[in-house]
DNA sequence: GTCCAGGGTAAGC
DNA sequence: GCTTACCATGGA
């Protein structure tokens, strides 16, 4: 089937902007996408036009939203244009840039694995935990493992797959969702702040992976994950100044757009 | 071998 | 409230 998408969309640039793990790009510049249990073919043919290996109602029910295509990107990245010199460029360089909507579970043990590792050691855990203890959806592509998947895993079953000390988080974090004492459907009506509450509960999650799980899980786009490479880009090109706040409720993109220039342009 | 990575916890103050 | 030592491991 064909698909149309007119607003800024570039598979190339959302793969590498380090907040999916679960994309993998073939050969013929054709993108699989993992969601859930749903894989997704899907390469550009024109401009507009991409070919995906859906139909028409799992398109709309599931991958719309999950591409966030609803929300108008250029626009964000008009508004904000002509204040500031780093923010045009980092917005113009990461044009395309999408915060895509996954599965907040994942999302909890993606970014509690992601704590002092590189992008490429957290996709290597990433794949290793799904292909210990996830379903096999199709030819070698696994399905993320459940929380009771995960939670009957042993420590050092947890730690071979070289997420090291996090192993304990982890196995922790599975627990109290497989036992419902973290309630992730019930967290998605949660206000913000309430929702960062709930997270920061959990061990092994703090003020920066309580933020990213809120942007990429729950499609929380206010809020700014703090990481190694914003406190720089703080220090460097805002003296220091903390400049999201003045974002407000999309601060979370422009933060994106930063960080991926910053680790593009290493 | 050395340094850094999308940080958090617990102890100490 | 704010510092600081420590945490395992992969990748450059």
């Known amino acids: 089937m064909q698909v149309i998408i ?25 993108y699989c996408i993992v969601h859930q249990d ?27 939203d999950y591409f966030d295509l609803n929300r108008d990107y250029s626009k964000i990245r008009k508004d904000y244009a002509g204040n500031n010199n780093f923010v045009d460029v980092t917005m113009n360089f990461g044009q395309g840039l999408r915060i895509l909507k996954q599965d907040p579970w994942e ?25 210990q203890f996830g379903v096999c ?17 042993s420590i050092s079953e947890i730690q071979a797959c ?12 599975a627990e109290s969702v497989a036992t419902g004492a973290l309630d992730l459907c019930s967290c998605a009506k949660k206000d913000d702040g309430e929702l960062f509450y709930e997270l920061c509960k ?37 003296g220091g100044v903390n400049p999201f706040p003045e974002f407000g409720d999309v601060a979370g993109i422009i933060q994106q757009y930063f960080f991926f220039f910053k680790t593009q342009n290493k």
């Open 6 to 30: 007119k607003d800024d969309f570039d598979l190339e640039k959302i793969m590498n902007s380090g907040q999916v793990f679960r994309i993998q790009k073939s050969d013929n510049d054709s």
């Open 162 to 173: 070289g997420v090291g000390y996090r192993a304990d988080y982890i196995k922790s974090a």
């Open 137 to 153: 959806l199709d030819d070698e592509i696994y399905k993320f493992p459940s929380p009771q998947n995960l939670c009957q895993a």
């Open 107 to 131: 999302m909890l043990i993606t970014f509690i694995i992601s704590q002092r590792k590189s992008m490429k050691a957290i996709k290597s855990s990433i794949d290793k935990i799904c292909l």
């Open 38 to 64: 749903k894989i997704l073919y899907i390469s550009k043919d024109g401009s507009n036009t991409y070919n995906v290996s859906c139909d028409q109602r799992t398109w709309n029910e599931t991958w719309r």
């Open 202 to 238: 959990v061990k092994g999650v703090g003020t920066k992976v309580a933020n990213c799980i809120m942007l990429f899980g729950f499609g929380r786009v206010g809020r700014a994950p703090i990481d190694v490479w914003i406190e720089r880009v703080i220090q460097d090109e805002f």
